[in-house]
DNA sequence: AGAGATGACGGAAACGGTTCCATGATATAA
DNA sequence: TTATATCATGGAACCGTTTCCGTCATCTCT
């Protein structure tokens, strides 16, 4: 057996088995044009060197990687989401005989491109094949991206401030169609004294409101929203509107929380002024996060297969790989609504 | 510029900025010995040809590949626990100019280490200098890494049915001290009706059980414990337990939950039965995961710094890569009791 | 039997860097 | 002035694979 240092090669294995160096790279790369009994030979001096071959010698010559990164832009991890998403690609990956990197990104979203300090992941060429851009993305980082000339596709939900067609591969799922869902069922059950409650300066509460107002529009007059934009985080943003909810003159009969976080927050609120979920108020969020299990009772949610988001960002990247001219595509992923205990019939 | 297949080489830049080889090389790497003028000269080329430098290339000289692979064994992600120890490795490799490999494995824990199906990552030698192992680890899986000679540091609090002395390096936070700090604080505040619960099939349960006796030793004649082996996922041992504890006689003032999904499954199946806490009854958790925060009262738990974990295991990869022969090492990291509201003086 | 195709195999060249040695120029010391 | 050290530089050799071409043997077809 070999120290780390003096690592079998393809020659030492060459030399044990008595065979050519172009013997040994066919038995590793498949074995076709190999007598079976030299194959052997081979598979015995590989063995009983326990060699292993060199990956930056093959890479090298095959100009592929095999690799993808998973690049996490303005983030921290564990918001369980894009976790999730990661675990997706790296399942996929795992099948495919692919590898996955992963690295994480701080930028200023208003700096130019070319001032962007890229991580240090990005510096060479040749580290991985691919991108796989998730966490919140701006106009001016994947330009930077761009010039780089790296195939990449992008998580689709959290871009902002993009206009216009664009220039690369997404994947997502459906927001609109997600959130319209969600509401029909909600009028379905009878109510007619809605809420909605989100932030809007994020672009994908404004489409998850605008698919809230087109549900509304006609079964309810003026559908109600709180929707002012506040630096809070989700859940205490929930926390917050629950109060003004509650203190409406005319209070709702059910409330769409753009998401799981702030119903968590409004579910909060309201147990905390002894109103009751769902006798006294509906809700309903968007997401279906692990926590959306744990809430009591357990919450009405939209779900969002994060997993499956990963999977698919891997497998268009590939494509892309293998027909780098091919159009851009744009993936969008359905959505399942998750009738759980927190909407009550009226 | 180019495309991706014709990318220039150093062999361009010195023809462009008319040096040698040798030239440019040392001007990628820190630019000693060459004149001012000669640098500038070369890095106006490099900018000029958007040359970025081969990694494979690099690497195969330099025996070093500046990656490092994150393993996960035997789980799936969501766990946020282990996200979190991930960020702490990207965030200090980032720092150390360092890049991360993310892989899983899935293994069966009582099959021979020979007969374990590795994960495509470790097929090849030099992908990355050393693994982090997290997740759930068993001999059999270590010892056939140990058997590939890659260096490697483990995550040391969820490592199943070792006995004596270790072979490798470990990191980890102290379990029994903190269940210590977290059982004594409960006691300082009055509480002598203690309970413990906690499916002692899992080790780490054992360690924390035991430094829950060790500190009731003192002041408690029969400490009592629900730590029956069952099947179930620890929300639901929780909420399970939760019942049982409700029916004690002698209804206990305080329960020590083995971490915070016990300590949340508890809190429900409290509420259920209209039992208040912390005025009924006091709760304390472990781990500080997000949830925490969420419930409400919040919960009073110990802390573990995941992102610290993190960070440290990649530093001791590195100082073990640096120093193949130093003598084995186990960090623990101390842990912090954070009293938040779920446990009242009496 | 001879021509041509195919299979099995060996080994040179290539991949794109780094390392190291040789060389000439310049500075410093004797 | 000469010997010696240091600096700036070019380029061959090398790292460990894959790729490709050439050779030889065998097989098939006329």
Known sequence: MNSICDAATIRDVAR??????GTVSRVLNGGYHVRLETRERVLRAIHHLGFRPNAQARRIQRRRSEIVCFLLSNRKFPNSFHARILQGVEDCARELKQHVMF???????????????????????????GLILSGTNHPNFLTRIQALRIPFVVFGNNLVDFEGEKYFDQVGY????????????????????????????????????????????????????????????????????????LDQVRRPTAVVAVNDEVAFGLWRSFRRRGVHIPSDISLVGFDDREEALLMDPPLTTVRVRKEEIGRVCLQTLLERLRH???????????????VRGTVRRL
Chains 1, 2 share one sequence.
């Not at 044990?16 to 160096?21: D, I, K, N």
């Open 16 to 21: 044990e088995a008595g065979v050519g160096l």
């Open 103 to 129: 690295g994480g990104v701080k930028y200023d979203s208003t700096a130019p491109p070319w001032q962007i300090n890229l991580p240090s992941i990005l510096d060479e060429r040749g580290l991985f094949d």
């Open 174 to 245: 459906d927001g609109f169609k997600g959130e319209l869902d969600a509401v029909e069922s909600v009028l379905g059950l009878g109510h007619r004294e809605l809420m909605f409650v989100g932030d809007v300066s994020y672009p994908w509460v404004r489409v998850r409101h605008a698919a809230f107002l087109e549900a509304c529009r006609d079964h309810i007059n003026e559908p109600r929203s709180i929707t002012t934009a506040r630096e809070l985080s989700f859940v205490d943003y929930g926390e917050w509107a629950g109060e003004r909810v």
């Open 324 to 338: 780098p001219e091919m159009a851009f595509v744009e993936r969008t992923l359905p959505t399942e609504l998750i």
